[in-house]
């Protein structure tokens, strides 16, 4: 597959994205105080995040348009759908199936969203995820996640 590039490309809608969250992060914590770098205030990280966002995303923005970036590639609405409806899947069975299976049916089912996988890559992914889930959250965190149906 042969990628074209173009100036209105990836670095554009990258630079565009960072810019939005950014922003929005910055709108949202407004009304933090933020107060200075000897006492800081409970806006002061999110600001600086949030302007550092703005700021790597106007550079990505203005290289893209002096270099030329790959094209964007078009959106597939199986893609779209089949995460949604994997979240809504890990959402609907996390209380009564636990982390374990949850985690092995929802990785399980997004994988099916790329048919080229092959079963084996499927099943691997979706167990190593799955044992990496209960280790951070219940061993490391130590957040009361139920991991097996009861």
Do not use: H, N
Request: proline share 3%; glycine share 14%.
């Amino acid at each position: 597959m042969q990628v074209s590039r173009t100036r209105a490309g990836q670095g554009l809608g990258a630079g565009l994205m960072f810019i939005c969250f950014g922003a929005l992060g910055l709108w949202f914590g407004r009304g933090l105080a933020t107060g200075s770098a000897q006492e800081m205030g409970p806006g002061f990280a999110p600001a600086l995040v949030c302007s550092g966002m703005v700021l790597v995303g106007a550079i990505v923005l203005v290289r893209s348009l002096l270099r030329g970036t790959d094209a964007i590639e078009a959106v597939s609405a199986r893609a779209v759908f089949g995460i949604v409806a994997t979240l809504g899947v890990f959402a609907a069975t996390i209380g009564s199936l636990g982390l374990v299976v949850s985690s092995l049916v929802t990785v399980a089912g997004a994988c099916l969203i790329e048919p080229r996988l092959r079963w084996k890559e499927v099943v691997l992914l979706s167990t190593g995820l799955s044992v990496a889930a209960v280790v951070l959250f219940v061993f490391v965190l130590r957040i009361p996640f139920r991991t097996w149906p009861v």
